[in-house]
């Protein structure tokens, strides 16, 4: 016993949370893994005897320590003595959380007895702890169904002077059931915890708790006398109680209505389903409320349009008539309409303040959950949500109550018949030009975006002009909405907002920069940490460029999709390339235009293609100077101009005049070397009547020309001071793209070779001062030579430089008329009876072989 002490350590030392302390605890547990079974013996008999005795001091909780490092240092599950289980199960029941909480966790470590679970006797005592014991112990869904059974049949049985830790514990334990495993509660179950939830809901006393201490839900001093509750602004509540109902004390169903309405929502989610006879009821009511309407609505003080007030139910069912589930969705109705009317007071402490927008933000979305149930509910339940969405929308405070509120009109609107753009116009106007720099806004109204697509798509016609004002949660914070935007962003791609969402997406530095003036120019003086004054702040701020600032922060598309002056706005906020929000925000532009390509051929004809192409090209030069950030945009712009042009070759032809200007800048070559490649590997491609019947010998003599006196000016000419020579693939890709050209028409063939022969003996001297890698340069003269005798047999150049669509796309696999296909064949059937071979017994093997 003397070395297991040894090498454990002692938790319940002061010392035990120093870093010696636990680095000779983490240093023990190999040694724990090698007790011997002798001493582990004389370990468990010792502790049995400290839990026998009446009181229990730091010695046993010092040892129950010691048991729990013991069974958690190994992966395999110990078995304890029968009789130290037995006392462990009685610590369960222990005063001392303490002592409840080692042995929980000592039973968690250890094998369940097969005879009886714990906690089933009746005998312990439900809490926390044993809960979770109990959960841990459930092998299956039989097993979480029978602890279901015995917890609520124990509510009933449960007599009215017994301990309350038992109702307390139960709810919670209820709801994770529901969330792990719904299926495992019984028809009979749902009935009874319905009605109990009613019960609690509805009927909770409306007495303070005399005896209840301070330290509860609400707090507040002892009273020896039970007074009515109050409400939030100090008065003596007149009705029902609720979760904003305030107190010195508090009953057992106070806590347990608190309680009830916490799970309230996730018990409506989890048994949503209408019974088939409730539908003919629903139908039945309805028709009943709209043969009342009139004169129920003749008596109403709210503020609904008058196309809902000729459809709305106004009779309530009484309980009595109504199964449990039906009955449930009524008081929830009512639960949630009380808190809604509470709302409006005034509360006296501010945390009681924040306690309403919590509430409120339930109640609706408790009311969204039975509305969805019950059709017939929607129309007693627009008229409070129409009334607290005018009460609200003035405030921005409520920013996050309204969300619930649009997630309501969404839901039912159609239904209730009822407009709702005023609505739509504060989440998707307001809400983000206004509170772009709340993170919880940001999170909350993009997740309602994403659960709410399809439906926004189809009821919020709306929704994608507004793309502009949206886009400024990213420009923000950007790391953490991206992946939202990456679900978000297909949607906002239309044939008529392609364009401007392009240059949108690539003035997303230029935004992030314009928020962070727009924040600043509220605090003054603005200026670095040099003490100057920020010339983009003075530059926010002058008159003349106001209009251009306003465009980045515009809320709606459809004022233009760009801006003439876009280089002097750049120049403006050239100090802001080295801000970190704006770098970050930099940074998730590529990823996104790789989005927005692959949506909007999708989405778009070739005739809005073309222009596409044509916004590439104009603003590869106009991006805001972070060279990380251009170098990764032209590599994405590089690629999908060539995707773009291999799903449609004809928009070379369309746009060649802009290619061609492009491709003729000798400046691009150095400038945009990747994107040049790009365009000079298009142009020779796909610049063939084989592609586009209209392209005619004039257009190719015109792009031959063009490409050649590229070429000729970037290797006769020195570049300028500071410029690198061009990349030897720009060389290559202008002397492939001559040679295609030149094999569409044979009278360049002689202008192509001549050139290239003279790059040829030019090279041959020696090094040259376009190309400063010699094994680079010995590349480009044998592509040349290459190309050369290539050329001086017409009909095999045009072959090979312009194979047909069958050469470059074989079809092997799938033509039945060549041998290929048979071949392949009889490689499957060897290889799969190898395989076979290998599985099955000699004489299937060779059966299969033989076949």
């Known amino acids: 016993m003397s070395n297991l002490m040894h090498i454990l350590p002692n938790p319940s030392s002061r010392h035990c949370g120093s870093i010696q302390s636990r680095r000779h ?24 005897k400290l839990l026998q005795e009446k009181e229990h001091g730091h010695e046993t909780i010092d040892s129950l320590q010691r048991l729990r490092l013991i069974v958690s240092a190994t992966k395999y599950a110990r078995t304890l ?97 529901l969330t792990y495993s719904p299926k495992s509660l019984t028809e009979d179950n749902i009935i009874i915890l319905s009605k109990k939830l009613i019960d609690w809901l509805r009927y909770a006393s409306t007495t303070q708790g005399g005896g209840a201490s301070s330290g509860g839900f609400f707090t507040g001093s002892r009273s020896r006398q039970p007074l009515p509750i109050a409400e939030l602004d100090g008065t003596v509540s007149g009705d029902f109680f609720t979760v904003l109902c305030v107190g010195q004390g508090f009953t057992e169903d106070q ?66 008539l109504l199964p449990p589930k039906e009955r449930l969705r009524e008081k929830a109705f009512q639960y949630c309409q009380r808190l809604i009317e509470q709302s409006d007071r005034k509360a006296q402490k501010k945390t009681d303040t924040e306690l309403q927008k919590a509430c409120l933000v339930e109640a609706v979305c408790i009311l969204d959950c039975v509305c969805l149930e019950d059709a017939s509910f929607v129309y007693r339940v627009f008229p409070c949500i129409k009334a607290l969405f005018g009460r609200l929308s003035s405030d921005l405070q409520f920013a996050r109550v309204l969300l619930p509120v649009a997630q309501f009109y969404l839901n039912h609107g159609e239904l209730a018949a009822v407009e709702c753009d005023c609505v739509w116009n504060l989440v998707f106007d307001r809400f983000p030009a206004e509170l772009f720099n709340d993170p919880f ?9 994403r659960l709410n697509l399809e439906n926004v798509q189809l009821r919020v016609p709306q929704y994608t002009r507004y793309f502009p004002n949206l886009l400024k949660f990213l420009a923000w914070d950007s790391p953490a909405v991206i992946d939202d935007f990456v679900d978000l962003l297909p949607s906002m791609v239309t044939s008529g907002t392609s364009l401007e969402l392009l240059h949108t997406l690539l003035d997303l530095p ?66 802001a390339v080295d801000w970190p929000r704006v770098i970050q925000c930099a940074q998730t532009v590529p990823i996104l235009l790789h989005i927005f390509f692959n949506t909007v051929i999708t989405v778009a004809d070739r005739t809005l293609l073309g222009q596409v192409l044509l916004v590439l090209l104009e603003r590869s030069s106009l ?89 000729f000016e970037i290797t006769s000419s020195a570049p300028l001071p500071g410029v690198g020579c061009p990349a030897p693939c720009v060389i290559t890709t202008l002397m492939s793209a001559l040679a295609k050209l030149a094999s569409r ?107």
Request: net charge negative; hydrophobic share 40%; with cysteine.
């Open 441 to 449: 806004l940001a999170h909350e109204l993009l997740r309602f975006l």
């Open 745 to 851: 028409s044979h009278d360049l063939i002689p202008r192509v070779s001549l050139f290239l022969s003279k790059l040829r003996n030019v090279s041959s001297g020696g090094s040259v001062f376009w190309c400063d890698d010699e094994e680079d340069l010995v590349s480009i003269v044998t592509l040349g030579e290459e190309l050369c005798a290539l050329l001086k047999t017409p009909g095999v150049a045009q072959s090979v430089l312009n194979p047909p669509a069958h050469v470059t796309a074989p079809r092997w696999h799938q033509d039945t008329n060549v041998a290929v296909p048979l071949q392949l064949r009889a490689l499957t059937r060897l290889a799969q009876a190898h395989a076979s071979h290998a599985q099955h017994a000699p004489t299937k093997a060779s059966h299969h072989t033989s076949t």
């Open 510 to 575: 230029c935004l992030s920069a314009t928020l962070l003036l727009q924040l600043r120019s509220m605090c003054l003086p603005i200026s670095d940490s040099g003490g100057r004054s920020l010339a983009s702040m003075d530059a926010f701020r002058n008159p003349s460029f106001r209009g251009l600032f306003l465009f980045l922060l515009r809320g709606e598309a459809g004022t233009g999709d760009t801006i003439d002056r876009l280089s002097t706005l750049l120049e403006l906020l050239s100090e």
């Open 623 to 711: 991006l805001l100077n972070i060279p990380k950030y251009i170098a990764e945009i032209h590599r994405v712009f590089s690629r999908q101009l060539t995707k773009l042009c291999k799903l449609h070759p004809s928009l070379v032809f369309d746009q060649s005049h802009e290619l061609l200007e492009f491709a003729g800048a000798t400046s691009n070559v150095y400038s945009k070397q990747e994107i040049y490649t790009h365009v000079v590997l298009v142009l020779g491609e796909y610049l063939s009547v084989s592609y586009d019947s209209r392209c005619s010998v004039r257009l190719i003599t015109s792009c031959f020309e063009t490409l050649e006196a590229v070429l």
């Open 255 to 320: 806590w347990m209505n608190v309680y009830s309405f916490s799970m309230l929502r996730h018990w409506l989610l989890t048994f949503h389903s209408v019974p088939g006879g409730m539908v003919a009821d629903t139908a039945n009511r309805l028709q009943l409320s709209l043969s009342l309407s009139h004169s129920f609505w003749n008596d109403d003080r709210s503020e609904i349009d008058g196309s809902v007030v000729s459809m709305v139910s106004v009779t309530s069912s009484t309980g009595r």
């Open 25 to 48: 605890s983490d240093c023990s547990y190999s040694a724990l893994r090698e007790i011997q079974e002798s001493e582990l013996q004389r370990f468990y008999s010792r502790l049995i």
């Open 81 to 177: 003595p029968p009789e130290l289980q037995k006392r462990l199960r009685l610590l369960l029941s222990s005063p001392v959380e303490q002592l409840q909480v080692l042995s929980s966790a000592v039973l968690r470590e250890t094998l369940p007895l097969t005879a009886q679970k714990y906690g089933q006797d009746g005998n312990s005592q439900l809490n926390s702890h044993t809960t979770a014991l109990l959960l841990s112990q459930a092998e299956s869904r039989d097993d979480l169904s029978a602890l279901c059974t015995q917890l609520l049949r124990n509510l009933d049985n449960r007599p009215s002077e017994g301990p309350t830790h038992l109702l307390l514990h139960t709810l919670p334990v209820v709801n994770n059931i």
